[in-house]
């Protein structure tokens, strides 16, 4: 009996480890905690050198409850603008869905939603045109989006 009971524990364990496993390779990339990682991030707005200007932010809230901000940010010597959602609260190192959404006026739209523990962001170059951008995050427990940015072309140069 007692050799069974350990066979079953020995089973169950190795069960436990391998969905643990699962879980941590399904982890999504986008996992730092500040924005300049974020900034420096391949998944963020891949500006290794950290320099950049942030032109905008909202902070993404609903009554007192803080979800998040948004920042739309410059980088001059790339001509390229960013935006991160950088998650915040209750929502910090919370799977759920992020989104980040910036637009060029007369040029391409970058957006990038998915189930992110930490963020979402996206960059295009930019220089000599308008944008506009917008940030997304959903509760994890209450489901309530809460989305905030600048919908007008600003920041022309």
């Known amino acids: 009996m007692a050799t069974r009971l350990r066979h079953n524990i020995r089973r169950a364990t190795a069960a ?23 900034v420096r991030s391949g998944e963020g707005c891949t500006w290794a050198s950290g320099s950049y200007t942030t032109l905008h932010s909202t902070r ?40 980040a959404v910036l637009r ?8 990038e939603g998915e189930r992110f523990s930490h963020y ?14 917008e940030g997304t995050i959903v509760h994890p427990t209450t489901l309530r989006p809460v989305s905030g940015g600048r919908p007008g072309w600003d920041n022309c140069g």
């Open 16 to 38: 436990l480890v391998i969905a643990a496993a699962g879980v941590l390779a399904a982890a999504p990339p986008a996992a730092a905690h500040t924005l300049d990682e974020a």
């Open 60 to 99: 993404l809230t609903y009554g007192a409850e803080y979800y998040g901000t948004v920042y739309l940010l410059w980088h001059g010597g790339r001509g390229e603008n960013c935006v991160v959602t950088l998650k915040g609260g209750a929502t910090h190192g919370v799977s759920g869905y992020t989104e």
């Open 104 to 111: 060029v006026q007369g040029g391409p739209t970058r957006e």
């Open 120 to 133: 979402a962001a996206v960059n295009v170059a930019a220089r000599g045109a308008c944008v506009s951008y």
